[in-house]
């Protein structure tokens, strides 16, 4: 193997390692959190409280970034059309 190769992989395996040992704190409370949300008593249904989770935040986010360039194409073109 060619050196960039090798110091390409040992960057990147300090990359994950450091990032391992800095997120292990944040996932060892995130369980505990998670132990306690599993053990309260809930009123409704699981898909209630995870139908709005970072992921669906997210793609609303998206959805709402590519309507506003939509709006934004629209009116530049309209502005360039009639004035």
């Known amino acids: ?10 960057l990147l395996t300090i990359v994950v390692v450091f990032y391992i040992m800095l997120n292990i704190s944040y ?11 599993m053990t309260k ?19 609303k986010i998206i959805i709402y970034c590519v309507y506003g360039y939509g709006a ?3 009116f530049a073109e309209m502005w360039e059309k009639f004035i």
Request: charged content about 25%; hydrophobic content about 40%.
């Open 1 to 10: 193997m060619s050196t960039g190769i090798i110091l390409g992989l040992g």
């Open 27 to 37: 996932w060892k409370s995130n369980l505990e959190k998670r132990k306690i949300f």
């Open 41 to 59: 008593e809930k009123k409704y249904h699981h898909w209630v409280y995870a139908a709005d989770d970072s992921m669906n935040k997210t793609l």
């Open 72 to 74: 934004y194409i629209f």
